[in-house]
């Protein structure tokens, strides 16, 4: 007596709001994509092209940390760097993680 008879919402046609609850999936994947995706393939674009362009003579730091000047582009993947005269190492390319270019000139008006 007490209890009252309970009747079911209509639903409506299955897959009508398939769309819509979705949504906000596809909301935070569009944002992900603009936000972290996009930045992150430019920037690994850009390293990529600054590794492919090293020549000899350009001044460089290491990932490690290393300033060290390229004395030779061995191939696709290794480059020998000069970290102190007479002192060189190989490393591979992707470990160059910054190119200051060409050391300046040495300046000798002191004669």
Same mark, same amino acid.
């Given at each position: 007596?007490?209890?009252?008879?309970?009747?079911?919402?209509?639903?409506?046609?299955?897959?009508?709001?398939?769309?819509?609850?979705?949504?906000?999936?596809?909301?935070?994947?569009?944002?992900?994509?603009?936000?972290?995706?996009?930045?992150?393939?430019?920037?690994?674009?850009?390293?990529?092209?600054? *590794?492919?362009?090293?020549?000899?003579?350009?001044?460089?730091?290491?990932?490690?940390?290393?300033?060290?000047? *390229?004395?030779?582009?061995?191939? &696709?993947?290794? *480059?020998?760097?000069?970290?102190?005269? &007479?002192?060189?190492? $190989?490393?591979?390319?992707?470990?160059?993680? $910054?190119?200051?270019?060409?050391?300046?000139?040495?300046?000798? &008006?002191?004669?």
């Amino acid at each position: 007596m007490f209890i009252s008879e309970a009747y079911a919402q209509a639903a409506g046609a299955p897959g009508a709001n398939g769309l819509m609850d979705f949504l906000p999936f596809i909301l935070i994947f569009v944002v992900f994509y603009f936000l972290l995706i996009r930045p992150q393939q430019k920037r690994a674009k850009e390293h990529k092209a600054m *590794v492919e362009a090293l020549k000899r003579g350009d001044k460089v730091i290491t990932s490690g940390g290393i300033v060290a000047k *390229v004395t030779k582009v061995i191939d &696709d993947e290794k *480059v020998e760097l000069e970290i102190a005269p &007479d002192v060189k190492i $190989q490393v591979l390319r992707a470990t160059i993680s $910054q190119v200051q270019g060409k050391p300046a000139p040495a300046n000798d &008006d002191k004669k």
